[in-house]
């Protein structure tokens, strides 16, 4: 099968500007995405799709793929089909899956890749999600972290960046799940989810996997042991900078930069 990865990726992020090119230990973030997707088996190749001169140029110099897409684009996926396109056209080949991959994740795992994408190799599922459990009441409460409510199938429910489930009704031992962001979709469903209107609650929630929900379908969703950081904010990436420190992966590629 014909398995990519996408890593979208833009300059102008309204919380973080630059955030794509911060330096982790001397290593942009957006290289550490690249490097550690790339050691997934489940893929045939890794690309960056982006906006901006300067993320395509380091992407270049460091021999990844990338692509340049539309300034116009204001969710991941839209940039992702975009570039998805651009490349059949370029190679000649149809791509079976394409796995977006968050440029803010800077320590996924290449396992979570091959978890997240199983399901949908087998025909299980159009669409995935990794879920992972959260650790700390603050996180449940801060709004940069989407939850995410489950039915006993391990579909999703609902999406929100509120805490969900609620316990504000004195049950304080709720299940607390977050989404990580490692998206697999099958070509078409990409491609039919973007010909979608944005839905009530996506905007509301600003959350995009609830357009798939509220038009009646399922997205799967993949527990991960893995432990991960999105990067939102610069406390983010100190955070980040110090767990990177002993990480193992870390070590494989960073001495080659």
Do not use: W
């Not at 996180?139 to 960046?161: G, I, M, Q």
């Amino acid at each position: 099968m014909n398995n990519i990865a996408i890593i979208p990726a833009r300059m102008n992020s309204s919380r973080f500007p630059g955030k794509p090119m911060a330096e982790i230990l001397g290593i942009p973030m957006i290289g550490h995405c690249y490097y550690r997707t790339k050691m997934s088996q489940s893929l045939t190749e890794v690309y960056i799709a982006t906006c901006d001169q300067v993320i395509f140029d380091y992407a270049e110099s460091i021999g990844a793929k990338a692509v340049m897409t539309s300034e116009q684009h204001e969710r991941a996926s839209d940039r992702c089909a975009e570039a998805m396109l651009k490349i059949e056209q370029k190679s000649g080949e149809k791509v079976d899956i394409m796995v977006l991959v968050q440029g803010d994740e800077p320590l996924t795992f290449p396992e979570m890749i091959d978890e997240a994408i199983e399901p949908v190799v087998n025909g299980e599922a159009k669409i995935s999600n990794l879920v992972a459990d959260i650790a700390t009441i603050k996180e449940f409460e801060d709004p940069n972290e989407v939850k995410v409510v489950l039915d006993k199938n391990n579909n999703a429910l609902y999406f929100s960046r509120e805490p969900i489930p609620s316990r504000k009704k004195g049950i304080l031992e709720v299940p607390m799940k977050k989404q990580v962001c490692i998206i697999p979709f099958t070509r078409d469903f990409l491609l039919e989810y973007n010909e979608m209107e944005p839905t009530p609650l996506e905007i509301i929630e600003s959350v995009d996997m609830m357009r798939i929900l509220e038009n009646g379908m399922n997205v799967k969703m993949i527990p991960t042991r893995f432990e991960t950081k999105a990067v939102d904010t610069q406390d983010d990436l100190d955070k980040v900078s110090e767990i990177m420190k002993s990480d193992n992966l870390y070590e494989l590629y960073a001495k080659g930069n």
